[in-house]
């Protein structure tokens, strides 16, 4: 992904963090509305970050979040390998479509 001058990529490297897209993007745009602001989170992260959402409605930020949609906790599951040697059931969230249009006014 090319980033050219006067963008910024920002992300966790070494904890793997499940769900920091979200929060990230809020607090990027509150701080740079003027700014195109998009955020990139797996379905398992997103389903962890409904009080980040509930912020950026109280204050009208409107970043983009693209949620992949891959039905399990992906970072769980890298655990999980490492530790057990497979993936285990346990992680994987319920088939379904997860359809969100959030419109602040």
Same mark, same amino acid.
């Given at each position: 992904?090319?980033i050219?001058?006067g #963008?910024r990529y920002?992300t966790?490297?070494?904890?793997a963090?499940?769900?920091?897209?979200?929060?990230g993007?809020v607090?990027?745009?509150?701080m740079y509305?003027?700014?195109?602001?998009?955020? =990139?989170?797996g379905?398992?992260?997103?389903?962890?970050?409904g009080?980040e959402?509930s912020?950026?409605?109280?204050?009208r930020?409107?970043p983009?979040?693209?949620?992949?949609?891959?039905?399990?906790?992906?970072? =769980?599951?890298?655990?999980?390998k490492?530790r057990?040697g497979?993936v285990?059931?346990i992680?994987?969230?319920a088939?379904? #479509?997860?359809?969100?249009t959030?419109?602040i006014?």
């Amino acid at each position: 992904m090319p980033i050219y001058e006067g #963008e910024r990529y920002i992300t966790t490297t070494s904890y793997a963090s499940m769900g920091l897209a979200v929060p990230g993007a809020v607090v990027a745009f509150i701080m740079y509305p003027d700014r195109d602001v998009v955020g =990139l989170v797996g379905d398992g992260g997103f389903l962890m970050t409904g009080l980040e959402v509930s912020t950026a409605v109280q204050y009208r930020a409107k970043p983009k979040i693209i949620v992949f949609n891959d039905l399990v906790y992906r970072v =769980l599951g890298i655990y999980e390998k490492v530790r057990f040697g497979t993936v285990l059931m346990i992680n994987q969230i319920a088939s379904g #479509e997860l359809r969100i249009t959030g419109r602040i006014p």
